[in-house]
């Protein structure tokens, strides 16, 4: 058995060593001057990788879960409607979490594996003029489902609701356009193609996105993601809850180790690793999910070729190689893998590391 | 300028080494099989720690606020009753998360510095025989008040309210035990006397409270939080979300040294720095905010002395020694300082070395 673990699932990917390094450095107070002007600089580094000038963009102390219900229960209030595109498991979380800040929810429905259509966020957005809200997952996770979201976005403009965007998986291994796509609410997760550890939720508000969380009647259902006390803490120091210091210092390394490649060459990088993947898992009989134009480049989600065993293939990989793979979830559960080649693991190497492994494997 | 602070505040305390190199480690999955080992030896640690049997005994993912807000948001409804102690900072947000739950809040208003006293919660019980929850926090970290428990739980368990106790700062360096008060739900913070970095809030439920959490009307408020979903995860391992990984190792390796060292022997080992750093505070002109006999050993509010300067002599202290005491917060900003001797930090050695670094700096 390897000691060290391969990450090739859908998360956590390993994390870049840098990372591991800012975590086991000795503590600090919340109000340190050091910490504090760490934290101006891991907000803009944010922005950058966000690509957005929203002054509200920070990490959220929760994973990448409760970066999503931040980004709804902060702007939604009861008896609001909102509409969200559900095409695979973290779709229909959106739904559920805006359910339970009070939001009538409008479902747009797509297969499992389907993009969510731009005619049918047209008609969903011309049918409910009064939403006040419209959510949708940039790369599902569940599916490998690479959103399209420019023809989106400018229907989203065309309407009053605010848009919010899950870039969990996407974010720093793809295009993410905060503010070229008009996104008023985008969240993430640390331990996808940033390559940081999991515990922390990079987001972002716009300006509109704010004033929609304090102009609101009651305050948000949950406190601890209460954005206008966080904006408390942030800008005057206020004393809000103690972030989690030692993963904040591991998403600023991690940020920087992203921007000193830069994020162009970051994408060119899953682009490669990902077209090698797509290469020898098809040669090796497996099939795509999602329809060709619309496969993320760090998540690939494959049907496995007849006489595959999901569980046998998955343990063994584990257990001779060290190498973590993810199965299928909700409607793909035991027919389909998912393969992750996020951030510090989408390299060509890893991808000819996991593909011996497998021809190993299969070979049984 | 020292590297490295001496962490002698409200919390943040230092983190025990054990902890930061466990933080350190190459990462793994959160379906690991050494993963889910270590999960099942952390829940039996922290009953250990809380001295509870209850199943339901796990890490919330976020810091001791989150903690706060699971406790209340799994089994508050809207329109339930909740009676809530408010002493300080920390009972006053116990009421604010209780309302954003949809209760009705009760409060048992004391003044900032002085317990919840017992008569005054037997009329808050006997008037309100509809609620649902009586909350309290035990070591209230905003005044350095101890609040007495036994009287106050035997008048809980005659009453049909969920007890739920605040444990943040008191867990490990006092006594705590969750069984023996028939506490229902109790919550801490990884930072505190437990010596592990901020970004975990260790919970416990009760079979009561957990039985309030799925037999109620409408899902909690919060998807994140929802403890019948990290009960599907922990017991059946259903994807529920990506825990932080590192944290959990930290805690299991900072709840490995808090037994090793023993339970009674922690809270002598506080008890021993904590008198040592009061007769050194009251030799030198301060006095303590709470009352005789209801003083916590880890935390010790104290008014200044006459002609010492707040803001100067924390900063003094935290630039010439690298020593960081807190301010006194809300109703006493400006006349106190807060002094934390937690968990790794509750050394007579520490003390020494703080009373001899305000000697110089009270000195100017």
């Not at 898992?281 to 999910?289: A, D, I, T």
């Given at each position: 058995m390897s000691a060290e673990r391969?990450?090739?699932?859908?998360?956590?990917?390993?994390?870049?060593?840098?990372?591991?390094?800012?975590?086991?450095?000795p503590l600090v107070g919340y109000l340190d001057p050091s910490f504090l002007t760490m934290l101006d600089e891991l907000a803009d580094r944010l922005r950058e990788v966000f690509s957005t000038r929203n002054r509200m963009t920070f990490a959220v102390s929760g994973t990448g879960s409760a970066g999503m219900e931040a980004s709804l229960v902060n702007v939604l209030e009861p008896g609001d409607t909102a509409i969200v595109g559900v095409n695979g498991v973290f779709g229909g979380r959106l739904a559920d979490v805006a359910s339970r800040a009070g939001a009538e929810v409008v479902r747009i429905d797509s297969e499992w594996g389907d993009i969510i259509r731009p005619e049918d966020v047209r008609a969903a957005?011309?049918?409910?003029?009064?939403?006040?809200?419209?959510?949708?997952?940039h790369a599902e996770t569940s599916t490998g489902v690479?959103?399209?979201?420019?023809?989106?976005?400018s229907l989203v403009r065309d309407h009053s609701a605010l848009f919010v965007?899950?870039?969990?998986?996407?974010?720093?291994?793809?295009?993410?356009?905060v503010d070229?796509?008009?996104?008023?609410?985008?969240?993430?997760?640390?331990?996808?193609?940033?390559?940081?550890?999991?515990?922390?939720?990079?987001?972002?508000?716009?300006?509109?996105?704010?004033?929609?969380?304090?102009?609101?009647?009651?305050?948000?259902r949950s406190w601890y993601l209460d954005v206008t006390l966080i904006d408390g803490f942030l800008t005057d120091r206020v004393y809000h809850h103690t972030p989690p210091i030692p993963m904040l210092r591991a998403l600023h390394a991690g940020l920087g180790v992203v921007l000193a490649e830069g994020l162009p060459q970051r994408w060119e990088r899953h682009?490669?690793?990902?077209?090698?993947l797509a290469k020898g898992?098809?040669?090796?009989?497996?099939?795509?999910?999602p329809p060709e134009g619309h496969r993320l480049p760090m998540l690939h989600c494959v049907r496995l070729?007849?006489?595959?065993?999901?569980?046998?293939g998955r343990a063994a990989l584990l257990s001779d190689y060290g190498i973590e793979i993810s199965s299928g979830i909700g409607a793909f559960k035991g027919e389909c893998w998912r393969i992750g080649l996020m951030g510090y693991n989408a390299t060509e190497r890893n991808v000819l590391t996991l593909l011996a492994a497998l021809d190993d494997v299969l070979r049984r």
């Open positions: 391969l990450l090739l699932g859908s998360g956590p990917s390993n994390a870049a060593p840098e990372t591991l390094q800012a975590l086991s450095r957005l011309e049918a409910h003029p009064e939403a006040k809200v419209f959510a949708l997952v690479s959103q399209p979201i420019k023809e989106i976005a965007l899950d870039t969990v998986t996407s974010l720093s291994g793809m295009l993410v356009d070229g796509w008009g996104v008023d609410v985008a969240y993430s997760g640390a331990q996808k193609c940033l390559s940081v550890p999991p515990g922390l939720s990079p987001i972002s508000f716009s300006d509109r996105a704010m004033e929609a969380a304090r102009s609101r009647k009651a305050p948000a682009e490669r690793a990902a077209a090698l898992l098809v040669e090796r009989g497996f099939s795509y999910v070729p007849d006489g595959v065993d999901d569980v046998e």
